[in-house]
């Protein structure tokens, strides 16, 4: 099924947007102003866009602490997101939330999660109520390969199955979770196995591959709408960052990183697919590349301006009440 190219120019801007961002973070994190842990999604941006492009609004994902990169793919508001990061009033969670909860639930984005495997039962809930009500929207969560391992992720995926819910639960598998590597502590090697023992289809893919997400979450996307029931899928990526920022990554060999940069970059891999079949120019895609610079230098100095939260602030919004 082919993109249009408007289509492509998007894929592309959501994927140079992500990058541009974390690499800005990586940066301005050392200056001491951000408050609280950042996790940067760098390297990672074709699973999220690959995923998210199937998505509206009224469909809902899940995200991880590492979810800077499935908020902009849900089209969050990178302004209202570099603001939340900064810890200011102004942020799309009047700066509560910062960079491990953000969330904005005009995109359907329920939120960066400091719980492992905390988005897969969220996701269930979403899927469970868009099911009831039938609005033929589709929830999706984002978890990592530790996550995989937790055992409100089992539940969620057997729950999603006995339910025949519209999820779809995508597991990144960026090698690590935090440093300990996935090929020890995953029993079955390969999280996609999973799906057979919770009676569902799944399907692994290359996550540094945009076209190869978008074509195995379109059939996931479309089942669930269907009405017949979750699907997984395992997307293969790395992270060109610490688990952390400040995370020396001493349990990486030596040129991992640069190894899948000169090998497996998604953005070097989109240009070179879509020139090489006359799908976009390459000034295209340059023009997009300026656009988006300009844009994270923006954000940077709208957060840097932004205002700081009273008391007042931080008070209100954070107990319900019925």
């Not at 868009?130 to 033929?136: P, R, S, V």
């Not at 502590?185 to 692994?204: E, H, L, T, W, Y």
Request: aromatic share 8%; net charge negative; glycine share 12%.
């Amino acid at each position: 099924m082919q993109l249009s190219k408007e289509q492509l120019k998007l894929a592309y801007q959501r994927m140079r947007q992500i990058r541009v961002f974390e690499d800005r973070l990586h940066l301005e994190f050392t200056r001491g102003q951000i408050p609280g842990f950042v996790h940067l999604y760098a390297g990672q941006e074709a699973s999220a866009v690959g995923v998210c492009m199937h998505l509206t609004d009224q469909d809902t994902i899940s995200s991880t602490h590492r979810g800077h990169g499935h908020c902009i793919a849900k089209g969050c508001d990178i302004d209202g997101m570099m603001l939340e990061i900064y810890g200011r009033k102004e942020g799309l969670c009047g700066g509560k939330g910062g960079s491990m909860h953000i969330a904005d639930l005009s995109k359907g984005m329920l939120g960066a999660n400091g719980i492992v495997g905390g988005g897969p039962p969220l996701i269930c809930g979403a899927a469970l109520a868009a099911k009831t009500l039938g609005t033929g929207a589709v929830a999706v969560c984002f978890t990592g390969d530790g996550g995989s391992n937790q055992g409100t992720t089992l539940e969620a995926l057997n729950l999603a199955s006995v339910w025949k819910l519209p999820a779809v639960f995508v597991f990144e598998n960026n090698g690590y979770a935090e440093s300990t590597a996935s090929h020890w502590s995953v029993s079955s090697k390969q999280i996609v196995k999973r799906a057979d023992a919770f009676g569902m289809p799944g399907a692994r893919v290359d996550g540094h591959d945009f076209f190869a997400v978008w074509e195995a979450v379109r059939e996931a996307v479309e089942r669930a709408r269907a009405g017949e029931g979750p699907s997984l899928i395992e997307a293969t990526t790395n992270r060109y960052y610490g688990h952390f920022e400040g995370d020396a990554q001493t349990y990486r060999a030596p040129g991992e990183v640069e190894k899948v940069k000169a090998e497996k970059d998604c953005l070097v891999h989109f240009r070179k697919r879509v020139t090489e079949a006359g799908l976009l120019s390459t000034a295209d895609l340059d023009a997009i590349d300026g656009e988006v610079a300009t844009q994270i230098d923006q954000a940077i100095e709208k957060a840097l301006a932004g205002t700081l939260p009273t008391v007042a602030d931080l008070t209100t919004d954070v107990y319900v009440r019925y």
